[in-house]
């Protein structure tokens, strides 16, 4: 997902380069949201990574 942002910014960043302002302006907001979707499934990944430590700490006690 990640990778697509970074896609879709790169597109973002030529097509303003070469006058296409549209095709920038939509391209950047998709970069936003894809970017924005990583942040948070990337935030619910470490949160429950760390419960499954913590987890599997407490069961080897």
């Known amino acids: 997902m990640?990778?697509?942002a970074?896609?879709?910014a790169?597109?973002?960043?030529?097509?303003?380069?070469?006058?296409?302002?549209g095709v920038a302006a939509g391209a950047a907001g998709i970069a936003k949201v894809?970017?924005?979707l990583f942040l948070i499934l990337a935030v619910i990944f470490i949160v429950l990574?760390?419960?499954g430590?913590?987890?599997?700490?407490k069961?080897?006690?």
Not at 53 to 57: D, Q, W
């Open 2 to 4: 990640i990778k697509y």
């Open 6 to 8: 970074i896609i879709f």
């Open 10 to 21: 790169v597109i973002s960043l030529i097509a303003g380069a070469l006058g296409f302002s």
């Open 34 to 36: 894809l970017f924005g």
């Open 49 to 51: 990574a760390a419960l």
């Open 53 to 57: 430590v913590g987890a599997a700490k």
């Open 59 to 61: 069961m080897m006690k």
